[in-house]
């Protein structure tokens, strides 16, 4: 099992996550964070950092978010690792009232 970030990262991009992630797992994209589920070693750490509640064991993703487990996958393999935090954008929390994002989705 792995976890999974889902559309909620969008345009938020907190890296608190990255922070506490033992073996950097995270990749960053534009405007979101995925996780590596190769690398991912199931520790938990990163889903109490995750300001928006973005993070989900795989088994635990909501119906409407199962596909963003193949994203993930898909988007790793193109994304640079990120291994340090960094400063969230200006307007961070602004996004993270909105939950539907999927089409924001930078690749």
Do not use: S
């Not at 797992?25 to 979101?32: V, Y």
């Not at 199931?42 to 978010?65: G, M, S, W, Y």
């Amino acid at each position: 099992m792995t976890y999974v970030v889902i559309e909620t990262c969008i345009k938020c991009k907190y890296t608190d996550c990255v922070d506490v992630c033992p073996v950097d797992c995270f990749r960053e994209g534009p405007n979101m964070l995925v996780i590596d589920p190769d690398e991912c070693i199931d520790c938990t750490l990163c889903v109490a950092e995750c300001p928006v509640e973005a993070i989900f064991a795989e088994d635990d993703v909501p119906d409407k978010q199962k596909h963003w487990t193949k994203v993930n996958a898909e988007l790793a393999k193109a994304w640079k690792p990120i291994i340090e935090k960094k400063p969230a954008p200006p307007d961070a929390d602004e996004w993270a009232k909105l939950k539907e994002k999927a089409h924001l989705l930078e690749k």
